[in-house]
């Protein structure tokens, strides 16, 4: 027992600084300052609430643990997320280590089970609401700071000075989690007997939290706000829930992989949205989340939890108690349900996920210091006897063991996943100041520690081929140089396509090996054939994105078969009836082909659907006036040069004439694989070359 109570102790204030700091918790040390980092605190937080928890079993000879309602919830929750994991999602890595998925669901329910344990008095009880409420205070006075300007001005950092700053990564998080405890704090004022100083601080962290929530959202919702957030529509996200149902209904498509449900479900009826070039990497809300990434599974026994906390705030309210601790249990739960309400409406982040639980464990060890029957301590037993008789307990042991082989393996991975992210962050700076050296070694170093992560074999392919085009402007190349470019072309091509296997059923990693061989149409022979095989990959994982199809039959139009190029730029204009670019590249088909009266009828639709006050709207205006003018002639049209880039307009442009002679002749290796799905994969993919070309 000596042993246990300052464990205990130290675990309380685990707690205490986890749940104040949390939310606030940020570093920019990462790619990503915040949700990642949030992620990294409560990993470690838990895992050393997790070894206290087991070593204060074995101190005290016995595993006694407190038994709720919400314990059986949260166990199938886990379970759902993993089971889905391992059989659903290709890249296991991501669906464990990237914030918000399986691994901060594992230790979000580590959290509770520890904290449950490990908090014993209704004094430690009452410091968690405390600072619960504190920590929504100070994200309210840092969101009345930035709302009014002032933080920028405060502090030197250049980050703050971001016109959508916010501690928890988004100001509409921080303005969620602000209003979602002003129930909580209207509660415990009306309790508290008016003038005392007690009620005066309620008063005041009131008054905070609706300033800061009414700044917050004046400044982001205000008319003509450009820093409005954009939502996917609950109309879209059931559609790509329903279709993900049909693929797999018991798991869904696995944690970590909505941006690919998006891309392979959405229905075409999206491509007339005004969102229809973006991406989404979550749904609208975090039910239909659940129901897209994790299936039925998921969804239904997060609903068995929110069942669970509907009860405990009954039982709260209906109870006879006159205990303080009553009311604890009413906040509680009741914020906890305003939150569950919340997440019909948006996605939750890490800190909203956190304030949860945070709530959850409130109510919890209210209920428990209630005395209600509902929660209370148990015993498990197993123990050993020896042939003297004596008996020694070796369930303790056995959790104490589990914990450990666990732990290990799971933190050095995710240190590894840690460093790399931190060098990856410094490739970035090194990238932004033209550092190509620096950002070419950096990019390796974070790879060799986390070869998984799609983003760094991208970004090391775009940084090799941007070598390659650099050295390639060199006139009379010498045998070294031109080694070293066809080096720089193949870690390229390589790396792009070891994206693809990383995460296969990722659109954009084929559109991004597509883009790095049409980038070599100039640099390496046959790279235009390999740029088409993988659009037409990509075409199958995002089958109603009709810029991949422009892309395909842009391809197609430089080879000269301007049959094939009209047959996709007009499924283009099928996929996007309203799409200006898709009929200006059909014109321009039919305009090479000789078929002027179709060229001019699809120029009209351009003319009719660009802006007037667009920059490409007197170019379209004048090559209609010339296709008017050949409707009528015989000759062949002279082909007209690309647009400039940046334009709504872009049409398709003859293959470039090699920059290099002869072209540089890549190995059928590196052409990309044959299969138009890739299965996923559960290997390491290629590591990076041990020796590198000579880089300036």
Do not use: C
């Amino acid at each position: 027992m000596k042993t246990v109570l300052p464990l205990q102790k130290i675990a309380f204030f685990i707690i205490l600084g986890t749940i104040l700091l949390l939310p606030l918790f940020f570093l920019p040390v990462t790619s990503e300052y915040y949700d990642f980092n949030k992620n990294a605190l409560l990993i470690i937080s838990s895992s050393l609430l997790l070894i206290i928890l087991t070593v204060s079993f074995v101190a005290d000879k016995q595993v006694r643990i407190v038994r709720s309602p919400l314990t059986m919830p949260l166990f199938f929750l886990l379970a759902a997320w993993v089971v889905s994991a391992f059989l659903r999602t290709p890249n296991r890595f991501d669906a464990f280590f990237d914030p918000g998925q399986t691994g901060t669901v594992i230790a979000l329910v580590i959290f509770f089970y520890s904290a449950i344990n490990l908090v014993r008095s209704k004094r430690e009880l009452e410091l968690l609401a405390l600072f619960t409420v504190l920590s929504g205070v100070l994200l309210s006075v840092l969101g009345i700071l930035w709302a009014s300007n002032l933080l920028p001005q405060v502090l030197p950092w250049e980050f703050l000075k971001s016109p959508v700053w916010s501690p928890t990564g988004s100001p509409i998080t921080s303005m969620v989690f602000i209003l979602s405890l002003i129930p909580f704090l209207i509660i415990m004022l009306v309790r508290e007997k008016p003038g005392t100083k007690k009620a005066l601080g309620i008063l005041v962290a009131i008054l905070l939290t609706v300033l800061s929530s009414g700044l917050i959202a004046y400044r982001i919702f205000k008319p003509g706000s450009a820093f409005r957030p954009v939502f996917l529509s609950q109309n879209t996200s059931w559609a790509i829930a329903m279709r993900a149902l049909e693929v797999s209904p018991l798991f869904g498509t696995g944690p970590a992989t909505y941006v690919s449900s998006f891309t392979r479900f959405r229905p075409i009826s999206y491509n007339l949205t005004p969102t229809w070039a973006l991406r989404f990497t979550s749904s609208s809300n975090y039910y239909l989340q659940l129901l897209t990434t994790v299936g039925l599974t998921g969804l239904v026994v997060y609903l068995f939890l929110v069942y669970k906390t509907v009860q405990l705030f009954s039982r709260a309210l209906r109870s006879s108690s006159e205990s303080p601790v009553k009311l604890l249990a009413i906040t509680s739960t009741s914020t906890a349900l305003i939150l569950f309400a919340l997440q019909l409406f948006l996605y939750p982040t890490l800190s909203l996920l956190f304030l949860l639980i945070a709530m959850l464990v409130i109510a919890t060890l209210a209920f428990k210091h209630l005395g209600s029957s509902l929660v209370h301590e148990a015993n498990i037993d197993i123990v050993a006897a020896s042939d003297t008789g004596a008996r020694t307990p070796i369930l303790p042991w056995v959790f104490l063991g589990g914990a450990v082989l666990f732990l290990v393996p799971a933190l050095y991975q995710f240190g590894r996943v840690y460093a790399a992210e931190t060098l990856f962050s410094k490739a970035l700076v090194f990238a932004a100041a033209n550092e190509g050296r620096q950002t070419y070694d950096t990019l390796i170093s974070a790879m060799r520690l986390n070869p998984y992560k799609d983003s760094y074999r991208l970004a090391y392919s775009q940084t090799n081929l941007l070598l390659a085009n650099s050295a390639a402007t060199k006139k009379d190349l010498t045998a070294d140089e031109r080694n070293t470019i066809t080096q720089l072309i193949q870690q390229s091509i390589r790396e792009a396509k070891n994206a693809v296997a990383v995460n296969p059923n990722k659109a954009s990693n084929l559109e991004n090996l597509a883009a790095v061989y049409r980038n070599l149409l100039n640099l390496a022979e046959g790279a235009d054939v390999w740029a088409l095989a993988s659009y037409r990959q990509a075409a199958v994982l995002d089958p109603v994105n009709p810029n991949i199809t422009i892309n395909m039959g842009g391809i197609l139009y430089a080879q000269k078969n301007y049959d094939e190029a009209i047959r996709l730029f007009q499924h283009a204009v099928d996929l996007k009836p309203n799409h200006a670019n898709a009929y200006y590249n059909l014109s321009a088909a039919y305009r090479e082909k000789g078929d002027f009266k179709n060229a001019l009828v699809n120029m009209q639709s351009v003319v009719g659907l660009i802006d007037r006050n667009s920059p490409d709207y007197e170019r379209a205006v004048s090559e209609l006036e010339e296709l008017r003018r050949r409707a009528g002639e015989t000759t062949a049209a002279q082909p007209q040069g690309p647009l400039p880039a940046g334009t709504e307009l872009e049409g398709p442009s003859p293959l470039p004439s090699p920059i290099i002679s002869p072209p540089i002749e890549l190995p059928e290796e590196l052409g990309p694989e044959t299969t138009s799905s890739p299965a996923p994969t559960t290997g390491t993919p290629t590591p990076a070359p041990t020796t590198t070309p000579t880089v300036q």
